[in-house]
């Protein structure tokens, strides 16, 4: 089975930046969607942004679209998320995940499990 091994989180100020890595172990992941998802203390887990296997195409949550990048490395089996211009409600645990997509929807692959996620908090 696949593992995904999240990391790069930490505390920031609002308006700041981090990035996200996502390295994958068990095989190679270069014809797979990969996504970020989310989850806040309290919610359900939500999608934040994915991309497919040749990075050509995109998808980002109406929340992070325009402050967010997505970016994929086939060669090091890696998915990064750039956050940019960071708020508060950013807070959350971040898990990187094998995607399938379903016309304009990106679930989690049947194949892929959760890791451990890294958690970002965002002060005001």
């Known amino acids: 089975q696949v593992q995904l091994v999240e990391s790069g989180g930490g505390l920031v100020q609002a308006g700041g930046s981090l990035r996200l890595s996502c390295v994958a172990s068990?095989?190679?992941?270069?014809?797979?969607?990969l996504g970020w998802f989310r989850q806040a203390p309290g919610k359900e887990r939500e999608i934040v942004a994915a991309?497919?296997?040749?990075?050509?195409?995109?998808y980002y949550a109406d929340s992070v679209k325009g402050r967010f990048i997505i970016s994929r490395d086939n060669a090091k089996n890696a998915v990064y998320l750039k956050m940019n211009s960071l708020k508060p409600e950013d807070t959350a645990v971040y898990y990187c995940?094998?995607?399938?997509?379903?016309?304009?929807?990106?679930?989690?692959?049947?194949?892929?499990?959760w890791g451990q996620g890294t958690q970002v908090t965002v002060s005001s």
């Open positions: 068990g095989r190679t992941f270069s014809s797979d969607g």
């Open positions: 995940v094998l995607v399938v997509r379903y016309g304009s929807t990106w679930k989690p692959s049947p194949i892929s499990s």
């Open positions: 991309i497919n296997w040749s990075g050509g195409t995109t």
